[in-house]
């Protein structure tokens, strides 16, 4: 049915740019991980979530090398934020979190209104400000952890229960691409790299700061 419906999807989405809420009572298939890959592929003929973790990975260790020759304030943060690389190896959803939460400080992007968190207890928070956001519902426990992940657009949870940082990024890329989105203007650069460096998507040229990152991680 959803493949069936692609052109008069696309159609209302380009032209009319709805609104993301109208979009989940229209479409509310749209709004599960299937669909959602299954959509990205229908709109770009790529498997999103294969192409999204073999190309992190593959650059993984060269970008932990460069988060961690970064110097100053932004290379204090990065630390921090790699610490639990260092004390949980070899567990590739940390790594993949710790590298996705460090590339938008490295790129200098602000994700300090993109990275969100609440308490299991305050998951009926409002979020009618948030224009999107990747949410972490954390448990009550000391030190707490992470209970589950929810995706915010335009103030709306549109899919929550997601188990990992690194899927709910991914699932993301795809909803924008799906629902012909703007890029968060806080995360422009990491949207940009996750598109056209992670998955050789669109017009190749880049900004100075992420061509050079391209160079870094290639040379």
Same mark, same amino acid.
């Given at each position: ?13 380009? =032209?009319?740019? &709805? ?11 749209? !709004? ?6 299954? =959509? !990205? ?34 290379? $204090?943060?990065? +630390? ?28 200098? @992007?602000?994700?300090?209104? *993109? *990275? ?5 207890? @305050?998951?009926?928070? @409002?979020?009618? $400000? ?12 000391? &030190? ?28 993301? !890329? ?7 989105? +703007? ?9 940009? *790299? ?8 669109? $017009? $190749? ?15």
């Amino acid at each position: 049915m959803m493949d069936q419906t692609l052109s008069l999807r696309r159609k209302e989405i380009v =032209e009319e740019q &709805p609104p993301v809420k109208r979009m989940m009572e229209r479409w509310p298939a749209l !709004f599960t991980e299937s669909q959602v890959f299954a =959509e !990205f592929h229908r709109v770009a003929s790529k498997n999103l979530k294969k192409d999204f973790y073999e190309a992190l990975d593959r650059h993984t260790t060269r970008l932990i090398d460069l988060f961690k020759s970064k110097k100053g304030v932004v290379g $204090q943060s990065l +630390d921090r934020l790699l610490q639990p690389i260092d004390t949980q190896t070899n567990d590739i959803t940390t790594t993949r979190t710790a590298v996705l939460q460090c590339l938008p400080l490295y790129l200098g @992007d602000d994700s300090g209104e *993109f *990275f969100l968190t609440c308490l299991v207890t @305050d998951t009926a928070e @409002d979020f009618t $400000q948030v224009p999107v956001g990747v949410l972490a519902v954390m448990t009550e426990d000391r &030190p707490p952890e992470i209970s589950s992940i929810a995706i915010i657009l335009e103030g709306n949870i549109v899919m929550d229960d997601i188990p990992t940082t690194s899927e709910a990024l991914c699932l993301l !890329f795809g909803l924008i691409y799906a629902l012909h989105l +703007d890029y968060p203007k806080g995360m422009k650069n990491t949207f940009e *790299f996750i598109q056209k460096i992670l998955l050789n998507l669109g $017009q $190749q040229k880049l900004s100075p700061k992420l061509q050079t990152l391209k160079n870094a991680l290639l040379g």
